[in-house]
Each structure stands twice: as C-alpha cells, then as structure tokens.
C-alpha cells in the first residue's frame, strides 16, 4: 500500500536555527498536507499542496511540494521554543482523494533549545 | 478541530476488562477515523467510516471494534483481545472538500 516516508526522525535546534523535514512518497501524491502536534497534544492541520512545485509560506514555515508531485518538505525559519513538536506529512491512501483516509508519514519531532 | 470531542482525556483499565473511548463531532462531516499512537512514533489508523452504519477496518484493527449508528458518533471499544492497549487514541473527521483532518484531542488508555 501507499507508504510515506519522512525524515529525520528527530532533531535538535539551537534557538534560531533552522529545521527542515522531508517527506517522500514511491507514487504520484494527489497532494499532501502537514500537520503540527504540541507536546501532549493533537494533530493540527498546517497547510496542503495540490501543485507541483507550489511553495507556500506561513511566516517562518515554507512549504515546499516537488515538481514530480512525489516528495514535499516542511523549513522553518530561525526556530523558536513555541516550533517544539511533532511534524506530520500526510497524503491520500488512495489515488485520489474521494475518501479522505490519508498515509502520515512517521513525523519529526522537533526539540528547540533555548 | 474545536469540533470534536474525545471522552475520557484519561482513562484506566485492569486487564482484561474492555473499555469504551468516546468520539462525537458537530463538523457535519461523513468521514471519521480512530488513530493509536505510541509515545515517539507515528498516526496508526485503527478503523474509518466513511458514512453512517458503515465501516472498514484500518491497519491495526484486531482487538478493536467499533460502530456507526450516528453521523456525530464514532465510538471505539478496545477490548481484552488487544494484547497492548495502553497508547495515546485520535479521533478524527475529515472535510469532503479538502480531505484535511481535524482531531479530538485524544483518549490516554492505560492498562494496569
């Protein structure tokens, strides 16, 4: 089945450095989301990209779809305590995107050290 | 993801007993879906519905069950089949238009 790829697992950061985590995908993705988890938390949905090649910014966060529609990846800039957590990259299961039900990529789980 | 709710933040349960996590939504939503996660790791899906009295089993379904009789409702029984059960549970919905998720925030199971 549709299996999604995502690394690191975990990274640590100086406050003020940046992150990025890379999601990849064997297929052709419809599209994919990213979504955040705080420390004790639960899912939240970022952001999602339909485009190839599309990039789109969030303040620091840039978000990246590749031009082959199989890989994306999450950057933050200059990280704050407040980027702690787990990121998610997730896209459809099947195909297309009738049923909703997505593959999430393992996560990465970011720690900021102030 | 204000629009669902998960009962109990915490629960606790003596082998062998099942137990009973609580999902309901206010999203009008058709989709709903029941994750595990385990500390460190990724969404596992357990089971999904993709509309009222209908549902498929996830990649992680035995010692599971669940059922449908509410579009609000998603309830899931974890039961003494399940040979570790103690992990953190998502519930989520899905929007028709977009496929985004939007989670509860989430059930820890402990089994003493």
């Known amino acids: 089945g549709q299996q999604v790829m995502q690394i690191p697992q975990y990274q640590h950061v100086q406050e003020g450095e940046d992150f990025t985590t890379y999601c990849n995908s064997s297929?052709?993705?419809?599209?994919i989301q990213w979504y955040k988890q705080r420390p004790g938390g639960h899912p939240v949905f970022l952001i999602q990209?339909?485009?190839?090649?599309e990039v789109k910014k969030q303040k620091r966060l840039t978000f990246q779809f590749g031009e082959a529609k199989k890989n994306s990846s999450l950057h933050i800039t200059a990280t704050q305590t407040t980027d702690v957590g787990t990121y998610f990259c997730a896209a459809p299961s099947a195909g297309g995107t009738s049923y909703g039900k997505l593959t999430f990529g393992q996560g990465t789980i970011l720690t900021v050290h102030p | 993801d204000g629009g669902i709710t998960q009962s109990p933040k915490y629960l606790f349960r003596k082998e062998g007993q099942n137990v009973t996590l609580s999902c309901e939504q206010n999203l009008n939503h058709d989709a709903m879906y029941w994750y595990r996660q385990d500390p460190g790791q990724g969404l596992r899906l357990i089971y999904y519905?993709?509309?009222?009295?209908?549902?498929q089993k996830g990649d992680i379904a035995e010692g599971y069950s669940v059922s449908r009789e509410k579009k609000e409702s998603f309830p899931l029984t974890v039961t003494s089949a399940q040979k570790n059960p103690t992990a953190f549970y998502l519930c989520?919905?899905?929007?028709?238009?977009?496929?985004?998720?939007?989670f509860g925030p989430g059930t820890r199971l402990t089994v003493l």
């Open positions: 519905s993709q509309i009222v009295n209908d549902f």
């Open positions: 297929t052709t993705l419809s599209n």
């Open positions: 989520a919905s899905s929007d028709p238009n977009t496929d985004t998720q939007y």
């Open positions: 990209l339909v485009k190839s090649g």
